[in-house]
């Protein structure tokens, strides 16, 4: 269901139009009305709506002035616009930015209906484009890998019984748009017969097969007991496996199974490997070992109390998690406990999708103990320190999206979307619930805070006073006037007001010469 607010500064107008219309009948979710330009910018930074229909005249921000700061971060949003006759000359002004949907008042309710789903009808096509765009992305590719281990790894210590379909919509909140793989039809290929010392050249057959073929493919896999349990989200001509597999392990036996989304296809795997002691993830075309229950249970307490720990029970908990590091003998058990402890860590946020996913990969391309031991040492420092600064300030999530905005605060485009998508690899529905959670504040109220609090430190000295530089080194660069108005709405007065007050002030204290 798409998403969508009303800003307009006319009350009964936004609320004619909210109440008119039954919303979730064409698939849209209300999530907001505005009363100004100022609400709707803030509004859109939290929410991340899909379609924002906005009147053209408003306080704060002008319906135009908002679609010209929107489209300079977030070029995915539809807006419908709101006209009078007079006031033409504005919509062919907002028309270089893209829009495409008007309504001149007054309106009926069948034109706005009609309004709203041309509007969604764009919207879910740039969604799907952008989808598709990404899909060829070797980190979306990453992303994926990482899904499917860890509904592989959870499956496999899960009880018999439990909803594997219950799980992958917790991913999908986590992991939004990247788990729409998961609900296409696949194909489960069976390759029989196939001895584990052929099984890397096998491998290495099936990424070449994958590289020649001019639409992508996307395989993943187990392997347990001479038998290749092999999964892809496109038809793959089963000659064309069987000739891979053959120039290296004469002998094997395909079979080709079909389902029609992931659920089906991993209960029917996890059924069929859960009795077998040791099993192998394929991934990034490296078979990725998943056994030793008995540790897999004690490396899930010492997990799940750190989920709760003060910053010193974080320090003893990685403690207890390095000795089991030191006490290893094979390079097998050291990939399970990384694979696992990964997992643990990424589901708290002390790692994001991206650092648990590009980790795992490395690890399983990796053979040599020593290293092994050297990158699960880096992960661990890495994972403790953000626990440790978490554990008496804001979760590591909200750490990590404080830091970038403190980094990257001149950024005109800076969303909490682009934070979550670009730099976290996460749903921004997530994301702003998380935050919102941890800090108890909105993120547009934090990035506002931000934005005050390194103006008024560049204002306070001369040499950078000049209001238009301050925009530009707090993100407002484009919009001067937008600045002075949240500057004043928070400080109660306008930026050179204040300047001139604190220089004024410093003047009366400095010593007399």
């Not at 496996?241 to 296809?265: C, K, N, Y």
């Not at 390095?322 to 399970?336: D, G, N, Y």
């Not at 005109?412 to 800090?439: A, W």
Request: charged share 25%; proline share 3%.
């Amino acid at each position: 269901m798409l998403k969508m607010i009303i800003a307009d500064d006319e009350r009964v107008i936004r609320e004619t139009i909210s109440t008119l219309i039954d919303w979730e009948k064409i698939g849209i979710r209300l999530i907001g009305l505005c009363q100004d330009g100022i609400e709707a910018y803030n509004m859109i930074l939290d929410e991340s709506p899909d379609i924002v229909m906005t009147d053209i005249r408003m306080p704060g921000l002008s319906g135009l002035e908002l679609i010209r700061e929107i489209t300079g971060t977030d070029k995915q949003i539809q807006f419908i616009l709101l006209s009078g006759y007079e006031e033409f000359d504005y919509a062919r002004e907002a028309m270089k930015y893209g829009v495409r949907h008007y309504l001149l008042k007054p309106c009926s309710e069948e034109q706005i209906t009609e309004s709203v789903q041309e509007a969604s009808r764009d919207c879910l096509q740039a969604r799907q484009s952008r989808i598709q765009r990404e899909q060829s992305g070797a980190m979306v590719r990453t992303i994926q890998q990482d899904i499917l281990y860890h509904l592989l790894v959870e499956g496999l210590w899960a009880s018999p019984d439990s909803d594997i379909g219950k799980r992958m919509d917790t991913m999908a909140d986590f992991y939004g748009p990247y788990m729409d793989f998961c609900r296409r039809p696949c194909c489960l290929y069976y390759v029989y017969f196939l001895e584990e010392s052929r099984l890397p050249g096998s491998l290495d057959s099936l990424k070449e097969l994958e590289a020649r073929q001019s639409s992508p493919l996307f395989f993943y896999g187990v392997y347990v007991k001479n038998t290749l349990l092999l999964f892809c989200f496109s038809h793959v001509d089963s000659r064309l496996l069987d000739e891979a597999f053959s120039q290296v392990s004469s002998g094997i036996r395909l079979e080709e199974h079909l389902f029609p989304d992931l659920t089906r296809l991993l209960e029917e795997v996890l059924w069929r490997i859960r009795r077998y002691d040791t099993v192998y993830a394929i991934h990034g075309f490296r078979p990725l070992p998943v056994s030793n229950h008995t540790a897999m249970e004690h490396i899930q307490t010492v997990c799940q109390g750190l989920e709760t720990a003060n910053k010193a029970g974080v320090h003893r908990l990685f403690g207890e998690l390095r000795l089991m590091v030191s006490q290893a003998v094979q390079p097998e058990f050291l990939k399970t406990f990384a694979g696992s402890v990964c997992l643990h860590l990424s589901s708290m946020d002390a790692l994001s999708s991206v650092e648990a996913a590009e980790f795992i990969k490395t690890v399983s391309q990796t053979e040599d103990f020593t290293v092994l031991g050297g990158l699960i040492e880096q992960m661990l420092s890495k994972a403790e320190n953000a626990l440790s600064r978490s554990s008496h300030n804001y979760g590591a999530l909200a750490e990590k999206i404080m830091d970038y905005v403190n980094t990257h605060l001149s950024d005109q485009s800076l969303t909490l979307k682009k934070i979550s998508e670009e730099y976290l690899y996460m749903n921004v529905d997530y994301v702003s619930r998380q935050f919102r959670k941890s800090t108890g504040r909105k993120f547009s109220q934090y990035l506002t805070e931000q934005r005050v609090r390194r103006a008024k430190e560049l204002l306070s000295h001369e040499d950078t006073a000049k209001i238009q530089y301050v925009a530009e080194q707090v993100g407002c660069g484009n919009n001067p006037q937008y600045f002075s108005q949240i500057f004043k709405k928070t400080v109660g007065m306008t930026p050179g007001k204040w300047a001139s007050k604190i220089r004024s002030g410093a003047d009366r204290t400095s010593p007399q010469h």
